[in-house]
């Protein structure tokens, strides 16, 4: 069974719309973290936004927030106020465990493309 | 700022040839990973180096090898190159999970810009 799975390959979304990427995972670990990356047409991969299993709260890093549902299994990446800079892809990632466990594991990415 | 560095955005080789891409990070970070990207697949593990000297491997190993003789710089090398290997390699680095804190910042994969490598 996949990991992490992201069922949407691509996007399209009107600027200054907001954006909900989708990310399940899949884990019998009770502790483990989330990530979600962009990787721009330069190909270099940008940290966005980071969920512990155990965080309380839903992570926020300015315009970008993670919708953590842990009974569903589900790390949806939240853009608000897209710009046309954001157009890229877009990587959800695990790691099992907090400590000694130092993998990732990535979904297959969505292409999001923001239309002016 | 974190920096990794890839010896080459872009890279043409032939069948057979020895193939080295090199990775250097400024930050004293531990942990450095070699990932091959292709469309559809996502990001797949190759090796991994949690200290100097040290490897690990991934999810595909097969047909690749690592050298970390310093802990600045990791190594991929493909001994005998074949077209199958005609991917997009990302090398990542990181410090120990969980001393983020101590650190001051999240302990995340820092990423460089990755080498498009063409095997003819």
């Known amino acids: 069974a996949q ?47 980071y969920q512990g299993s155990y965080d309380q709260q839903n992570a926020t890093e300015g315009r970008y927030s993670l919708n953590f549902q842990k009974a569903r299994k589900s790390a949806n990446l939240v853009i608000s ?26 979904g297959t990415g969505t292409r999001l493309t923001i239309i002016p | 700022d974190v920096k990794v560095t890839q010896s080459s955005r872009y890279l043409v080789k032939r069948t057979g040839e020895k193939v080295f891409l ?14 091959r990207q292709d469309p559809g697949l996502g990001l797949r593990l190759i090796y991994f180096s949690y200290d100097v000297k040290m490897k690990e491997k991934g999810d595909i190993p097969e047909g690749y090898s690592v050298s970390r003789e310093k802990k600045e710089r990791f190594s991929l090398i493909l001994e005998s190159a074949s077209t ?23 302990d995340t994969q820092y990423f460089g810009p990755g080498t498009r490598l063409t095997v003819l």
Not at chain 1, 3 to 30: H, N, R, W
Not at chain 1, 39 to 47: A, V
Not at chain 1, 90 to 103: D, H, I, Q, S
Request: aromatic share 14%; charged share 20%.
């Open chain 1, 3 to 49: 990991k992490i799975t992201q069922t949407q390959p691509g996007m399209f979304v009107q600027e200054k719309e907001a954006v909900t990427l989708d990310c399940t995972y899949d884990t019998s670990d009770p502790s483990y973290g989330l990530f979600w990356y962009k990787q721009p047409s330069s190909g270099e991969m940008i940290f966005l936004i």
């Open chain 1, 81 to 106: 106020a897209s710009q046309l800079g954001d157009s890229a892809m877009y990587f959800c990632a695990m790691r099992e465990a907090n400590f000694g466990n130092e993998k990732l594991t990535f």
């Open chain 2, 22 to 35: 090199e990775c250097v990070q400024d930050m004293d970070h531990e942990n450095m990973f070699w990932y």
């Open chain 2, 84 to 106: 199958n290997q005609t991917s997009m390699y990302l090398c990542a680095s990181s410090i120990p999970v969980g001393a983020g804190n101590k650190r001051g910042y999240t």
